[in-house]
Nanobody, 121 residues
């Protein structure tokens, strides 16, 4: 069974940094896009950053210049380095990946369980 497991959330002061990690496990043939979304209380889930297997990236305007998404394709892992965090960055951050499992051969959408990031003094 394919799953995504996130780590690295927590409480940080405004202006601080955090690094999120998300590892995909299971019988995986290949992974296309991996990325991060977030959902603040009372708001819809929104894209933060995504990265293709080839290295192309897309960022939300609100995080450009402060967040960096990277991948280790050999480890099926995606990272999100978050710098200069702001209180409005408080949200549950979710990992997302388009994965082709060996057992089905069908490219499918997978989500992690989410990790809380709180930016507060």
């Amino acid at each position: 069974q394919v799953q995504l497991v996130e780590s690295g959330g927590g409480l940080v002061q405004p202006g601080g940094s955090l690094r999120l990690s998300c590892a995909a496990s299971g019988r995986i043939f290949n992974i296309d896009v991996m990325g991060w979304y977030r959902q603040a209380p009372g708001k819809q889930r929104e894209l933060v950053a995504v990265r293709s297997s080839g290295g192309s990236t897309n960022y939300a305007d609100s995080v450009k210049g402060r967040f960096t998404i990277s991948r280790d394709n050999a480890k099926n892992t995606v990272y999100l380095q978050m710098n200069s965090l702001k209180p409005e960055g408080t949200a549950v951050y979710y990992c997302n990946a388009m994965i082709r499992p060996i057992i089905t051969g069908i490219l499918s959408d997978y989500w992690g369980q989410g990790t809380q990031v709180t930016v507060s003094s």
